[in-house]
């Protein structure tokens, strides 16, 4: 929802769409498998932990997570329900973040773990773009949106830090999958269902060849309804490139893997 401004919106859109074409993603539906920390009328305000999904045949239950973040831009927060992105968790989560005015930091804590009530969470009217990247690379990104009623762009982004592939245009989120699963966190007032959605290569105009390890995430304005969201991938086993730790700047990528496979990240 909210925090410092580190770039103008309009420097955000000369780094993505102006050089890259904007295309309607297909994406694809997954089952979205949990276990919830707590039951009864607070099954949703506590921690939702992430076990598996199903897609095409398949169930996956290893997930790269965000490991770093960089904000290109984001709406000053001045208070109340001013700015763009912020950290939320649920209202009884033990593992996540709430912050009004995102750090880079915060935007790690609150999407560096599988607990799927530890989210990004935008004011209505916000813009924003932050860089999200992953130890590894991957070969399908997993979006949740709660509320079911926004719009983000997504562009992916390769092991030196630059923008490839097609600027994706993501539908309102009430068009997504249902997740099979709410969330009551400290922003909102009562349980709201999650929407999920599966990008892949293709969705990008990328083949098999092309190797993903970010994404920029983006919310431009009221039409986008300030999209709620958490990020999640799956491993690509064999990407076409590894990061030096020095080549994306900023981002302090580091070599090694950090891939969570069914274990609760625990956040400081």
Do not use: C, H
Not at 75 to 90: K, V
Not at 208 to 225: C, K, L, P, T, W
Request: cysteine-free; hydrophobic content about 40%.
């Amino acid at each position: 929802m909210k925090t410092q401004l580190f770039a103008t919106f309009a420097t955000a859109l000369a780094l993505t769409g102006v050089f890259a074409s904007s295309a309607q993603a297909a994406g694809f539906s997954f089952k979205t498998n949990y276990t919830a920390d707590l039951a009864g009328d607070d099954m949703w305000k506590g921690n939702i932990w992430l076990e598996s999904i199903e897609f095409s045949g398949q169930t996956v239950s290893e997930f790269s997570i965000v490991k770093d973040a960089k904000i290109v831009s984001n709406d000053l927060w001045t208070g109340g329900n001013s700015g763009a992105a912020s950290a939320d968790m649920g209202d009884e989560a033990t593992v996540g973040l709430k912050q009004e005015e995102l750090t880079e930091a915060g935007a790690v804590a609150a999407l560096g773990n599988l607990n799927l009530n530890s989210i990004i969470d935008t004011e209505d009217s916000g813009n924003f773009a932050i860089d999200v990247m992953f130890d590894k690379a991957v070969d399908n990104i997993l979006v949740w949106e709660r509320g079911k009623n926004s719009k983000l762009d997504v562009q992916a982004i390769d092991s030196k830090g630059n923008l490839i592939g097609n600027l994706i245009n993501l539908p309102k989120s009430n068009n997504w999958t249902d997740a099979g699963y709410s969330i009551d966190t400290k922003e909102i007032s009562g349980a709201q269902k999650v929407a999920s959605i599966g990008l892949s290569l293709a969705d990008f105009g990328l083949s098999a060849n092309d190797s993903i390890f970010g994404y920029r995430m983006m919310s431009q304005g009221s039409s986008y309804n300030g999209p709620d969201w958490k990020i999640l991938g799956t491993t690509d086993a064999t990407p076409a490139s590894v990061p030096e730790p020095t080549s994306v700047i900023g981002l302090g990528l580091v070599a090694g893997s950090f891939v969570a496979s069914r274990r609760r990240q625990k956040s400081k």
